[in-house]
């Protein structure tokens, strides 16, 4: 049975997608720490991400720069953390969070209740940003 990463990537379920490519995915979290929460995933299943071959998780690793540095542009902040826990959905997963400080990346934090509106417009401001960028 497919993840449900895998069936958003299919157009089964909705997402607010932000960037993709050949090879993967990225879409808002829809429980985000902060606006701009994003998470990036490859298209193939693979639940651990270090059961990516080398050069899968190096490529899965540039393209999460470039939604990064698109994170950053539309939503200015001291930097974007990276966190991969990966026990919630069995399809590996890289977060994307801008934060002013560490303490911004506890995931045990509250979670921001976004409107769909809010979801939609940080999802366009993220894709507007990466269309701009270098792939």
């Given amino acids: 049975m497919a993840t449900i990463f895998s069936r958003i990537i299919a157009g089964e379920i909705p997402s607010y997608k932000v960037a993709e490519n050949d090879k993967f995915y990225a879409f808002l979290d829809i429980n985000p720490l902060a606006k701009g929460h994003t998470l990036v995933v490859p298209k193939r299943e693979v639940d651990y991400i270090f ?4 050069d ?6 540039v393209f999460a720069k470039s939604v ?13 953390g990276e966190a991969v826990i990966g026990l919630e959905v069995p399809h590996a997963h890289i977060h994307l969070i801008p934060i002013q400080k560490e303490s911004d990346m506890i995931f045990s934090n509250p979670k921001l209740k976004l409107t769909n509106e809010e979801f939609v417009e940080v999802a ?7 269309e701009g960028g270098d792939k």
Avoid: N, R, Y
Wanted: aromatic share 6%; charged share 20%.
């Fill in 51 to 54: 059961d990516l071959d080398d």
């Fill in 56 to 61: 899968e998780l190096a490529a899965m690793h």
């Fill in 68 to 80: 990064a540095l698109a994170i950053q542009q539309a939503f200015p902040c001291k930097k974007v």
């Fill in 124 to 130: 366009t401001a993220i894709s507007q940003a990466w």
